[in-house]
């Protein structure tokens, strides 16, 4: 497996990728609590966030279509949202019979699944290239700077660091596996379910405890370079002019879209 | 290979502002006593070891067993995490990957992450750990077994119950539709769930039997997560086949406590004369009202968290 497997980063040179990750991590955040507060039908401000949203794609030098191409991760899960559609109140707008149950779609329902699945589309999106412009490790830093507590902040950087080695252990685990259960093609090989179930989870139990003994290998290396419950970092953020002015104009714009959202 | 899991978590837009607040207010307030917790009984060594099983939980989810017709089971690990590192250390583990996800691979949203975390981590040691400490201190081995077994199953179809409340509360999906959907689902999923916590529990007590001494659990979380265990299973037990069996008994029930109109509209009616002209009543109002409910809640948790650290000390 390769270390870039989860890696979502896309080097570049940009506005976007240059911006303080702080005011990315607000930014993004401001602007899925936007799409979340503009009422169901407001279809005028939800196109003003896309703009939004196109806007940050062109300067993150990634491509204007960047984040509408991955954005279909959230798919499967708008079947959910799908019974919006025949919400009780509102105008009923037609009858269908399935399976001997009546749907009944109405017009209040068919707005309101159009406007969860625009706000999930936009949202989604924001996240999309907020990973894809900030490195995680400064992405964990500046959650440590927006004042979330710094042991979790840790334990996440340290999930990331390790999520890479721990994967090629269980991707050892499951070639060992393949490599024991040879099958005649065609003809039904390995026992019942649960005889499966049990080995995946005897698998799991040995990753855990292989993890677990790591963790202990691990904190006495710290220990022995001096560690003291404290991560650092070398690369400092500073707060600029143009970080300031980026915040103030995206804060600027989202209220326009607020605001576009209440009168239109 | 291009790790892309499927995504299972409710992403952003589907909850409306106010569940979303009330529940990372309550994610905040487990996560930070967690915090203490964990800190006071691991010290220092506290972020390599979470930080590592949180990769375990990770990377164990990719380990599957094919079922039948192409399709395979999975684990999701909250349950297994919780019994053997104790509560306090399965809600942190949870919420770092449930936050990874969220971040790095869009499965789940930021703004309803803590309904997210509540769902799948708080919601998931309370009943996985609270129903396995109270028979820890039992020798029988077969018995401890089958209850981490009963719990891993009730924890996965209890996350689904919430979950499915809570889509419906926002508006978002029709009781009658959502509510056995997601129970139907999750009744398999959490079959294959417990299969595998017991056979990596039983892996587990072979192999370093040390990590779940009885007095080790015991130390890890007192009694009050078995009553705190019991109470919630015993909630969802009662409340799963009337919800999937008859949910419209359910939202008829919610509609005459006036439960249902709290979820849809609560902003208006907690705070019904907050406005502001220019923005509308809405913006500002809907954002004061789910601090108010946010905050509500927080101070709820801390006086019930300082009366428990109090009976704790005694």
Same mark, same amino acid.
């Given at each position: @497996?390769?270390?870039?497997?989860?890696?979502?980063?896309?080097?570049?040179? =940009?506005?976007?990728?240059?911006?303080?990750?702080?005011?990315?991590?607000?930014?993004?955040?401001?602007?899925?609590?936007?799409?979340?507060? *503009?009422? !169901?039908?407001?279809?005028?401000?939800?196109?003003?966030?896309?703009?939004?949203?196109?806007?940050?794609?062109?300067?993150?030098?990634?491509?204007?279509?960047?984040?509408?191409?991955?954005?279909?991760?959230? *798919?499967?899960?708008?079947?959910?949202?799908?019974?919006?559609?025949?919400?009780?109140?509102?105008?009923?707008?037609?009858?269908?019979?399935?399976?001997?149950? =009546?749907?009944?779609?109405?017009?209040? #329902?068919?707005?309101?699944?159009?406007?969860? *699945?625009?706000?999930?589309?936009?949202?989604?999106?924001?996240?999309?290239?907020?990973?894809?412009?900030?490195?995680?490790?400064?992405?964990?830093?500046?959650?440590?700077?927006?004042?979330?507590?710094? /042991?979790? &902040?840790?334990?996440?950087?340290?999930?990331?660091?390790? *999520?890479?080695?721990? &994967?090629?252990? /269980?991707?050892?685990?499951?070639?060992?596996?393949?490599?024991?259960?040879?099958?005649?093609?065609?003809?039904?090989?390995?026992?019942?379910?649960?005889?499966?179930?049990?080995?995946?989870?005897?698998?799991? #139990?040995?990753?855990?405890?292989?993890?677990?003994?790591? =963790? !202990?290998?691990?904190?006495?290396?710290?220990?022995?370079?001096?560690?003291?419950?404290? @991560?650092?970092?070398?690369?400092?953020?500073?707060?600029?002019?143009?970080?300031?002015?980026?915040?103030? /104009?995206?804060?600027?714009?989202?209220?326009?879209?607020?605001?576009?959202?209440?009168?239109? | 290979?291009?790790?892309?899991?499927?995504?299972?978590?409710?992403?952003?837009?589907?909850?409306?502002?106010?569940?979303?607040?009330?529940?990372?207010?309550?994610?905040?307030?487990?996560?930070?006593?967690?915090?203490?917790?964990?800190?006071?009984?691991?010290?220092?060594? %506290?972020?390599?070891?979470?930080?590592?099983?949180?990769?375990?939980?990770?990377?164990? %989810?990719?380990?599957?067993?094919?079922?039948?017709?192409?399709?395979?089971?999975?684990?999701?690990?909250?349950?297994?995490?919780?019994?053997?590192?104790?509560?306090?250390?399965?809600?942190?583990?949870?919420?770092?990957?449930?936050?990874?996800?969220?971040?790095?691979?869009?499965?789940?949203?930021?703004?309803?992450?803590?309904?997210?975390?509540?769902?799948?981590?708080?919601?998931?040691?309370?009943?996985?750990?609270?129903?396995?400490?109270?028979?820890?201190?039992?020798?029988?081995?077969?018995?401890?077994?089958?209850?981490?077994?009963?719990?891993?199953?009730?924890?996965?179809?209890?996350?689904?119950?919430?979950?499915?409340?809570?889509?419906?509360?926002?508006?978002?999906?029709?009781?009658?539709?959502?509510?056995?959907?997601?129970?139907?689902?999750?009744?398999?999923?959490?079959?294959?769930?417990?299969?595998?916590?017991?056979?990596?529990?039983?892996?587990?007590?072979?192999?370093?039997?040390?990590?779940?001494?009885?007095?080790?659990?015991?130390?890890?979380?007192?009694?009050?997560?078995?009553?705190?265990?019991?109470?919630?299973?015993?909630?969802?037990?009662?409340?799963?086949?009337?919800?999937?069996?008859?949910?419209?008994?359910?939202?008829?029930?919610?509609?005459?406590?006036?439960?249902?109109?709290?979820?849809?509209?609560?902003?208006?009616?907690?705070?019904?004369?907050?406005?502001?002209?220019?923005?509308?009543?809405?913006?500002?109002?809907?954002?004061?009202?789910?601090?108010?409910?946010?905050?509500?809640?927080?101070?709820?948790?801390?006086?019930?968290?300082?009366?428990?650290?109090?009976?704790?000390?005694?």
């Amino acid at each position: @497996m390769h270390a870039d497997a989860f890696d979502r980063y896309y080097a570049a040179e =940009s506005t976007l990728h240059r911006l303080d990750p702080r005011i990315k991590v607000v930014v993004t955040v401001l602007f899925i609590l936007s799409n979340a507060l *503009l009422l !169901d039908g407001a279809w005028a401000a939800f196109g003003l966030g896309w703009i939004f949203l196109l806007l940050a794609n062109s300067a993150s030098n990634l491509g204007v279509d960047f984040t509408f191409r991955r954005s279909f991760i959230a *798919l499967p899960f708008m079947l959910v949202a799908v019974s919006a559609i025949f919400a009780p109140s509102g105008q009923p707008l037609a009858e269908w019979r399935v399976f001997g149950i =009546s749907l009944v779609p109405t017009d209040v #329902g068919v707005i309101r699944f159009g406007s969860i *699945l625009l706000r999930t589309w936009l949202s989604v999106q924001a996240g999309i290239l907020l990973v894809a412009v900030t490195q995680f490790p400064d992405l964990i830093h500046a959650f440590e700077h927006l004042r979330v507590p710094a /042991v979790l &902040t840790t334990i996440i950087a340290f999930l990331y660091r390790y *999520l890479f080695v721990l &994967t090629d252990e /269980v991707l050892r685990l499951l070639r060992a596996r393949d490599s024991r259960s040879a099958a005649i093609p065609g003809q039904k090989s390995g026992r019942s379910v649960f005889w499966r179930a049990q080995i995946a989870g005897h698998m799991a #139990g040995q990753l855990f405890l292989r993890s677990y003994e790591r =963790s !202990d290998r691990i904190y006495n290396a710290m220990l022995a370079r001096g560690y003291t419950g404290q @991560m650092r970092t070398l690369r400092a953020h500073v707060m600029r002019r143009r970080d300031w002015l980026v915040l103030s /104009v995206s804060i600027l714009a989202l209220l326009f879209v607020q605001l576009i959202g209440r009168i239109g | 290979m291009h790790y892309a899991p499927a995504p299972l978590h409710i992403p952003d837009g589907f909850l409306n502002l106010v569940v979303s607040l009330i529940f990372w207010a309550l994610t905040i307030a487990a996560v930070g006593i967690a915090i203490s917790k964990t800190n006071k009984s691991l010290g220092e060594k %506290q972020v390599p070891l979470m930080g590592i099983m949180a990769a375990f939980i990770f990377a164990a %989810q990719m380990l599957n067993f094919p079922v039948a017709g192409g399709t395979s089971g999975h684990f999701l690990g909250g349950a297994l995490a919780a019994i053997v590192l104790g509560p306090w250390a399965g809600i942190l583990v949870m919420t770092a990957v449930i936050s990874v996800q969220a971040l790095l691979f869009q499965d789940g949203g930021l703004l309803v992450m803590g309904a997210n975390i509540f769902d799948m981590g708080v919601l998931t040691a309370m009943i996985g750990f609270g129903l396995y400490r109270m028979v820890s201190a039992s020798a029988n081995k077969t018995l401890k077994l089958a209850v981490a077994g009963v719990a891993a199953w009730l924890s996965t179809v209890a996350a689904a119950l919430l979950t499915a409340l809570q889509l419906w509360i926002s508006g978002t999906s029709s009781l009658q539709i959502v509510m056995p959907a997601m129970l139907g689902v999750h009744v398999l999923i959490g079959i294959g769930e417990a299969l595998i916590t017991v056979a990596a529990l039983a892996f587990i007590m072979q192999a370093r039997p040390d990590l779940l001494e009885a007095g080790k659990v015991a130390e890890k979380g007192g009694r009050g997560w078995i009553a705190a265990g019991l109470v919630v299973s015993l909630i969802a037990v009662l409340l799963s086949p009337f919800a999937s069996g008859d949910p419209d008994g359910l939202e008829r029930v919610a509609e005459n406590l006036g439960f249902l109109e709290f979820g849809l509209d609560a902003p208006y009616t907690i705070l019904p004369d907050y406005t502001i002209p220019f923005l509308g009543e809405t913006a500002l109002s809907t954002i004061v009202a789910g601090v108010v409910g946010a905050l509500v809640v927080l101070g709820l948790m801390v006086v019930v968290g300082g009366m428990l650290k109090k009976q704790n000390a005694r």
